[in-house]
């Protein structure tokens, strides 16, 4: 039988382990007597404990405190270098990748422009963006955002064509990449991971029901209930940008995966056009919406279009929002991507005044807070999680 048997004295050293390195990675740098008080363990035992935990590797000095005259104390720490795990951020122009310590302290980034290795195979490339990252030590666990999701009931990859991820059509799709790359990998769709940052660092801390919109170049979310991820029969939910919408073409006239329903409607090309037709300029759909926004601000005709193509947009998300509330009826709707982050609080309000008054239920509307690219920071979030779960218990003895 594996694991300890509950009610053993190896079971409490378990729990007091697991307590005292979540103090420590809460808290950062303790002293024996800190981490004792924090984890309600007395002397003897924290004393123990930490042995334990230097003999495992898991826990390292960190110097010394002074104290009263006279008196000093030791310093302890998570060891960083425990184990090291890495996300990866996979769009068709580049590949963008990040590596962290046990801690989550970032110690080596890279991005590689897949477009200059064109003749590089799917693990090739891959691996250029691990190695350009330059993990200090072993990689332990790696998580892949990609713009498509994983069918569980086949192991590929769908919601995507060759054309948009060449070379990632092959059967066994995770076992494949792990076996080629040499460690443990998970393969998420961008947007989930948008959701898990969003959940953990940003605008849904403390949600366990909430809707994130990705409003970019193309369009996605990600659907949290019961603080757990939604992702349906075949991995597909949150694919919204194809979700049937007034006023756009469908799947039947376009095409399966062409540009039709929420997508041409709302995506950033879309959007471009639709302030070019109020007179507001811009060389991407992200400069024309910040520009309509400086533009609205003000008075003159000008500043009426530009206000009029705002409402326009915020009409345009709140009808697909008000589709995905009605059903899911979230607390909570985080806005982020290119075109309602460079829309700012702007567009916010208008976006929740549209939406409310399409729908029974009220959701708060938020824009994301989260800095930097959210899609590595929820990957990282994941692949710390799973790496912390299988170290952290390296201390149990099997009986």
Known sequence: MNGPVPGTPSLLRAINDRAALQVLLDR?????PEIGTLTGLSKPTASQLLSRLQEAGLVVLDGIREGLPGRTAELYRINPDAAYVA???VTPGRIEAC????????????????SRRPSDGLIDRLRGALDGAGSPGPLRRVVI???AAIDPTTGRLGYATAKDMPGWQIPNLVPTLSEGLGVAVDVENNVNLVAVAEQAHGAARDHQDFVLL???????SAVV???????????????????PTPGAPTAREAGLYA?????????????????RSYGVRGTDFRQAVAAAVRTAAGSGKKADDARAGLRDIAARIAVGLAAI???????????????????????????????????????????????????LAGALDLALDAVREEVFSSTVPTA
């Open 28 to 32: 950062g740098p303790l002293t024996r």
């Open 87 to 89: 996300a990866l951020d």
């Open 99 to 114: 590596v962290a310590d046990i801690t989550g302290q970032v110690v080596g980034t890279y991005t590689l422009p897949t």
């Open 145 to 147: 955002g990609v713009q």
């Open 214 to 220: 990705w409003a970019d170049e193309g369009i996605g």
């Open 225 to 243: 209930l019961g603080g757990r991820m939604h992702r349906g029969a075949t991995g597909g939910a949150g694919e919204v940008g194809y979700m």
């Open 259 to 275: 540009n039709h329903g929420y997508q041409a409607l709302t995506g950033g090309p879309a959007v471009l056009k639709l302030l």
């Open 325 to 375: 509330t009605s059903v899911l009826d979230p607390g909570l709707v985080v806005l982020t991507g290119g075109i309602v982050l460079s829309g700012g609080e702007s567009l916010r309000e208008l976006i929740e005044h549209e939406l409310h008054a399409l729908t029974i239920p009220r959701p708060h509307v938020r824009l994301s807070t989260v800095e930097g690219n959210p899609v």
